[in-house]
């Protein structure tokens, strides 16, 4: 059966022209003259592009000066004014003596598959924008918790983790957390919720509310997680006004009921030395009274300074005077726990404008946690503390230096958030979160150096003149 090429021309689902060396089109398949018009004596980028002189990147061109087959991405105009997106090859034809004498141009209409891809990559775009503009913390982990991708929010706050695992780079812990949310999700493919407290790379701590998601392949395969965590801080903080409300007083619950049974001791001393007439007794038992009694107001007061922000009560105090004090409270709990307990106060650190109750509780807290750190510390057969005052021209700075068993980066950076504690049962999380608070009172600022198994080092700096905002009253 004889093969019509010319029919074969005609009827191919593409548009098909051939092209002299001027690139006049000297003939054009059915598609073609269909969808471009008659073409006789006219230039392709007449009809094609509507120019009036030839295009820069022309493939027909370049098959004629180099005899190699060429193809190029083209945007052309119909003859209905609708441009059309097509895939365009050129490739030569010659003669018996293999000179080229044409170029056939075959130009394929992809213009469905550039919409395709046009709504693909605003799809994409729109799913990116979203992604990296959500005002939360995203990340996408791997099976090994590696980030391999992370929306601006996070890379802003958390700098540039990608590769890294998600508990070293926020969380700074050496291992991965218990329990972990993303791997509970590449275990049962269930959306998990846990509460964390992560660090930015500023050193500051963020409170987040974290909720994981499987990211699966074509065939339902879990290829990876999304992590979302939101910032709670600020509920947080909100919640710890109330909650340390409830925390201080189940704390002192047992020091009111010792004091309140010691009144009554005291009372009924009172009340039989009237009887009897027992001037010594009545004496006695008055002692007892107003002893309880104050007390139970220093208790009250620091109840209602942990319960609320409040203003301290500014004074010019001598600060060696505080730390003597402390000393003299702490030195007996030290000795008898067989700590090391000495003091190297400067003589003249002079006076600061300061609360003396609020700088010994500030105090008595940092001293007691070096206490603990020493006592639940094994490792070691000797323990010491040591309690350090400095005097500068414009500020005091205290110390508290302890060996015991000393904190890793994860409890250093946790070490000052409300509640966190990490001798388990045995603390409140409330006392460096106070004194913290204290210090910032006061217009300080307060340093924690600590190396696990080695030992920690407090530093606090408060300006000799007090807050900026608020003089101190002149002493009497």
């Known amino acids: 059966m004889e093969l019509n090429y010319k029919q074969f021309f005609e009827v191919i689902p593409a548009y098909l022209t051939i092209l002299d060396r001027d690139l006049r089109i000297m003939e054009a398949n059915q598609r073609f003259r269909k969808d471009f018009g008659e073409y006789e004596g006219r230039y392709c980028y007449e ?40 895939i365009v090859y050129t490739t030569p034809i010659r003669n018996e003596a293999g000179e080229i004498t044409a170029v056939m141009k075959m130009a394929t209409d992809i213009t469905e598959i550039k919409l395709l891809q046009n709504q693909i990559r605003e799809s994409r775009e729109r799913y990116r924008q979203l992604f990296e503009e959500v005002p939360c913390y995203i990340t996408i982990q791997d099976r090994d918790l590696r980030i391999i991708e992370a929306n601006r929010r996070f890379r802003e706050d958390f700098g540039e983790v990608l590769g890294s695992k998600c508990y070293q780079a926020y969380m700074h812990r050496l291992e991965a957390c218990v329990p972990c949310a993303v791997k509970q999700t590449f275990q049962d493919g269930q959306v998990h919720q846990t509460e964390e407290v992560v660090t930015s790379r500023d050193g500051e701590q963020v409170n987040v509310l974290v909720s994981t998601a499987p990211i699966r392949d074509a065939e339902g395969q879990i290829k990876s997680v ?4 939101t910032n709670i801080s600020q509920i947080r903080q909100l919640q710890s006004q109330l909650a340390s409300v409830g925390l201080v007083i189940s704390s002192i619950s047992h020091g009111i009921k010792g004091l309140v049974t010691s009144l009554d001791g005291g009372s009924y001393l009172v009340n039989s030395g009237l009887e009897k007439n027992n001037r010594e007794r009545i004496k006695q038992g008055w002692q007892m009274v107003e002893r309880n009694v104050a007390r139970i107001k220093t208790m ?14 500014l004074d010019w105090i001598p ?37 003396a109750k609020a700088i010994r509780s500030l105090l008595v807290n940092l001293v007691e946690n070096a206490l603990d750190a020493c006592r639940v510390d094994k490792k070691k057969s000797t323990h010491q503390i040591r309690m350090g005052l400095k005097g500068y021209p414009d500020f005091v700075e205290y110390e508290v230096y302890d060996n015991g068993i000393g904190m890793d980066q ?67």
């Open 300 to 313: 009250v007061l620091d109840l209602l300074y942990y319960a609320k922000d409040r203003e301290p009560n």
């Open 410 to 476: 994860e409890t250093r950076e946790r070490a000052f958030t409300l509640f966190f504690s990490s001798k388990a049962g045995d603390g409140t999380g409330l006392g460096l979160f106070i004194s913290n608070k204290i210090v910032q009172a006061h217009g300080g600022e307060i340093l924690l150096e600590s190396e696990l198994n080695k030992g920690t080092r407090v530093t606090v700096k408060l300006p000799r003149k007090g807050p900026a905002s608020r003089p101190a009253s002149s002493k009497s």
């Open 226 to 229: 999304m992590e979302m965590s």
């Open 319 to 355: 600060a060696r005077s505080v730390a003597e004090e402390v000393l003299g409270l702490m030195r007996g709990k030290a000795k008898e726990y067989g700590i090391d307990f000495h003091c190297e106060f400067d003589p003249a650190a002079g006076d600061m404008a300061a609360d």
């Open 47 to 86: 009809i094609n592009c509507h120019r009036s002189e030839r295009c820069e990147h022309c493939p027909a061109e370049r098959t004629f000066r180099d005899g190699l087959r060429h193809g190029i991405e083209e945007q052309f105009q119909n003859l209905f004014g609708q441009e059309v997106s097509l």
